[in-house]
């Protein structure tokens, strides 16, 4: 019913910056991006609202990274600016039920495919 659908990850070398899209079929949602290094846990990294007035951060991507939405284009974007090898990681797009920005994995309903996002020192 709902799909969600990554694009814009690469491979990039640290310092450069990258945005990272997602399109969502169907309605709007209030949604995250999540990212998972293999043998790791997949983590937030970022949220926001259905409308786009409140997001959070991940503590070691603020201030360089950016989450938005436009709901006219439905679509998710990251703006990564700074990238270290450390954000090399796949990274999930998620859509959740409901208004309010949420930081639990377990509260998202639908995920993406991911995108790769290698960034090489």
């Known amino acids: 019913q709902v799909q969600l659908v990554e694009s814009g990850g690469g491979l990039v070398q640290a310092g450069d910056s990258l945005r990272i899209s997602c399109t969502v079929s169907?309605?709007?949602?209030?949604m995250g991006w999540f990212r998972q290094v293999p043998g790791k846990e997949r983590d937030i990294v970022a949220a926001?609202?259905?409308?786009?007035?409140?997001?959070y951060y991940l503590d070691s991507v603020k201030g360089r990274f950016t989450i938005s939405r436009d709901n006219a284009k439905n679509t998710l974007y990251l703006q990564m600016n700074s990238l270290k090898p450390e954000d090399t990681a796949v990274y999930y797009c998620?859509?959740?039920?409901?208004?309010?920005?949420?930081?639990?994995?377990?509260?998202?309903?639908?995920w993406g495919q991911g995108t790769q996002v290698t960034v090489s020192s």
């Open positions: 998620a859509a959740r039920r409901g208004l309010a920005l949420s930081t639990t994995k377990a509260s998202y309903d639908y």
């Open positions: 169907g309605r709007t949602f209030s």
């Open positions: 926001i609202d259905k409308i786009g007035s409140n997001t």
